[in-house]
């Protein structure tokens, strides 16, 4: 029975990306070749269509292949007999002089692979970690502007509603009732609240203390009066009060 056609039912166990193809001992031979098949079939059972074999290590038992436009790494075990004959008639018979340099060669490029690996994986950490902390550094900075505006909203609120509230316990409030002049007063307010469901509505609490000249008894009287006012606040207007209510 014919094998899988190479494509994408290709079988992952046995054909590498040529990335892999670093990772093999450091006293490999490599041997460029170019041995082209129409039909390239693997022990395993997969066909190789229109494919060529570049090159192979001798030490490492791998060889090199393009199909499909794609290089991939296969064990020599997996070529036919054939195939495997033809490479071992290729391979140069060197001497153990020539066979120790070849493998002090090899071991100092995969030195340096694993080398620019390293400083690559280092790099990448280090621009990470810079990511990482430029993008702290834009959430503090964000949340501190954040938090500046909302004080000085907070803090605009307060006035409004303190000067309010003098206006009205000095001049507005019961009008006609014994209270004169008013000789003292005094506020006491309470750190604005955002009313839920209201955007940019605040509830300012708080108790007005007032000393007035009687004009009954010509004397002096003293009250508090505890009152509420509710404040609007928006980006294209200044804040603005929606109610005040006395308790």
């Known amino acids: 029975m014919a094998g899988p056609a190479y494509g ?8 590498f990306p040529l990335v892999l193809a670093l990772a093999v001992p450091a006293a490999a031979v490599v041997i ?3 041995l082209p098949y129409k039909d390239l079939r693997l022990k395993n059972g997969t066909v190789l269509a229109e494919a060529a074999v570049k090159s192979f290590n001798s030490t490492a038992g791998t060889a090199l292949l393009l199909a499909n436009k794609e290089l991939i790494s296969v064990q020599t075990s997996l070529l036919p007999d054939e195939v495997n004959a033809r490479l071992k008639e290729l391979a140069p018979v060197l001497s153990k002089e020539e066979q120790a340099a070849e493998r002090a060669r090899e071991a100092e490029k995969y030195e340096k692979a694993l ?3 390293e400083r690559r994986q280092l790099a990448a950490e280090e621009e990470a970690r810079q990511a990482r902390e430029a993008n702290r550094t834009l959430n503090v900075n964000q949340a ?4 500046t505006k909302t004080d000085y909203l907070i803090e605009e609120v307060a006035k ?4 309010q509230a003098r206006i009205y316990f000095n001049y507005q409030n019961d009008p006609w009732s014994n209270i004169g002049a008013i000789a003292d007063s005094d506020l006491m307010l309470n750190v604005p609240e955002l009313v ?10 708080g108790t007005a203390y007032r000393q007035y000249i ?6 002096f009287g003293r009250g508090a009066k505890e009152f509420e006012i509710l404040i609007q606040t ?3 207007k200044k804040p603005e009060i929606v109610d005040f209510r006395i308790k």
């Open 196 to 205: 839920p469901g209201w955007a940019g509505r605040y509830r300012v609490e």
């Open 8 to 15: 994408a039912a290709m079988n992952p166990r046995i054909l």
């Open 160 to 163: 409004i509603a303190a000067t």
């Open 234 to 236: 928006s980006e294209q």
């Open 32 to 34: 460029d070749v170019n």
């Open 214 to 219: 009687n004009n009954q008894s010509s004397g």
């Open 144 to 147: 501190e502007r954040t938090a």
């Open 115 to 117: 080398k620019n690996a």
